[in-house]
């Protein structure tokens, strides 16, 4: 059974934020892993104790935020991807007409949503060409220098080391378009559920900025200063237990090992 177009663009704006939340949150702690051991002397003595653990895991997490990315500038239109949720915004305005606002916020926002609706904004066919020409934009990025590392080391799966893959491009543009998506999923959620005009809001994106800001004025919303902070948190935290007993430290992981395989 078909859906009716709202409902299916609620759908693909729900699958759209978990796709960007996965894809920063694989490529931010990825980054900062790199970010944090170089910057500390302790923490990088730490992981090159388990050397081949982190490569692993730094591989994974690359891995995942390029196949995520791949997925969300998919241009088939029956994938999930962001030219699938524009196309169904442009191509039924209805959807954020004040008549439909009103319909999804009468029930949470009863009193208030009179309020709402004498400011809420609809949108034009200008404000969804600017989200197409932004997505075009960033698509073709991708495809320039990012697309080849996912198909040639990833889809195809040839057996190459990607340790590097990050470090030999230039991922500044990467962080930019991460940023990108994570501001339009948040303009269009704030459109289409509360009838706001879209903005794309500043943000920082560089991972080693981000690291430089005193971690007391780092915010928690956003995903890239989040989840650096909680992945700087946890290496400092291996870093500590490590300097003060590391021959201590391996036992407990080898027996905590032992033991997990006798549950089993």
Not at 118 to 133: E, L
Not at 155 to 163: I, P, S, V
Not at 164 to 180: Q, T, V, W, Y
């Amino acid at each position: 059974m078909a859906l009716d177009p709202e409902t299916e663009f609620r759908s693909e704006l729900q699958v759209f934020a978990s796709e960007v939340e996965e894809a920063m949150q694989s490529f931010y702690a990825e980054q900062a892993i790199h970010n944090v051991a170089r910057d500390s002397r302790s923490v990088y003595d730490a992981l090159n104790r388990n050397a081949a653990f982190w490569k692993i895991t730094s591989r994974a997490l690359q891995a995942n935020a390029l196949i995520v990315i791949g997925r969300i500038f998919d241009k088939d239109s029956r994938t999930h991807g962001i030219r699938r949720l524009l196309n169904l915004a442009a191509n039924h305005p209805e959807i954020f007409s004040k008549a439909a606002l009103e319909k999804r916020k009468r029930p949470q926002a009863g009193q208030w949503t009179d309020e709402l609706m004498r400011t809420a904004y609809v949108p034009t066919k200008r404000d969804f060409s600017r989200f197409q020409g932004h997505a075009d934009t960033q698509r073709a990025i991708y495809n320039g220098q990012y697309k080849v590392l996912r198909d040639k080391f990833f889809a195809r799966k040839e057996r190459r080391d990607m340790t590097g893959a990050f470090s030999s491009a230039d991922i500044r543009p990467l962080e930019r378009l991460l940023i990108f998506l994570s501001r339009l999923q948040d303009a269009l959620w704030h459109l289409f559920w509360k009838g706001i005009k879209p903005v794309f809001r500043r943000a920082r994106y560089s991972g080693r900025s981000i690291l430089k800001v005193p971690e007391g004025s780092r915010r928690s919303g956003p995903t890239q200063e989040w989840i650096t902070t909680e992945t700087e948190k946890f290496l400092n935290y291996v870093s500590t237990c490590y300097d003060a007993d590391p021959e201590r430290l391996s036992k407990g992981f080898s027996e905590q090992l032992r033991n997990s395989s006798r549950a089993k």
